[in-house]
């Protein structure tokens, strides 16, 4: 498919957000970016999850997850402890790391609003309307990594309300399965959840 110019400004609209939210969150929370999504996503939705799926939620190696939490936890940001099954590691926010978790979140809401500040209330409306129909195109299917909510402020995502265009999309897709302890459950066959949004 040809390039035309609005798929060139979408290209170079989703550049300069990631770099800026990566260089905000990163120094809010004075790590890497994985180090901030992990913090943002123990603190919104992720409810001591084991390490296998953080390590699903930001698409890292096994490995790679290992060594966040081994850092994360040496800064005292989080503390392991037993997984759900007995024989899985669980991932905990403590009070010092709820706290940066809030600085990160707050930065990336800083970076977003700063650059929605350009339109009106109007334009606006229309903007989440059009990005809400596109990401709902994104989702993909149970055992994708690197969610696409893992960075998500979920108290003002409008899932709980059925207003994220995500969450619906992976609904009506058939992707959900009850019971998954995240807010409007995630797709999985399994005790732990999976994502709604990837």
């Given amino acids: 498919m040809t390039l035309d110019q609005t798929g060139n400004l979408l290209g170079a609209l989703a550049l300069v957000i990631a770099d800026r939210t990566a260089d905000a969150t990163g120094e809010a929370a004075g790590s890497s970016e994985s180090a901030a999504a992990a913090l943002s996503a123990l603190l919104h939705f992720l409810d001591a999850p084991s390490v296998d799926l953080l390590r699903q939620v930001l698409g890292l190696t096994s490995s790679g997850t290992v060594r ?10 989080v503390q392991r402890g037993p997984g759900r099954d007995g024989r ?37 409306q229309e903007f989440e309307s059009l990005v809400g129909k596109v990401l709902a195109g994104l989702v993909r299917g149970p055992g994708a990594v690197r969610w696409l909510c893992r960075m998500c402020d979920t108290a003002v995502c409008g899932r709980d309300e059925g207003r994220c265009p995500v969450a ?6 058939g992707y959900l399965t009850s019971g998954s302890g995240l807010p409007g459950d995630h797709p999985s066959g399994n005790t732990e959840p999976s994502p709604a949004a990837r």
């Fill in 68 to 77: 966040l939490v081994d850092r994360l936890a040496q800064a005292g940001y």
């Fill in 88 to 124: 899985s590691t669980s991932v905990t926010l403590t009070a010092p790391g709820r706290r940066v978790a809030q600085r990160v979140s707050a930065a990336r809401a800083d970076v977003l609003s700063d650059s929605l500040a350009v339109l009106s209330a109007a334009e606006r």
């Fill in 168 to 173: 619906n999309a992976v609904q009506e897709r």
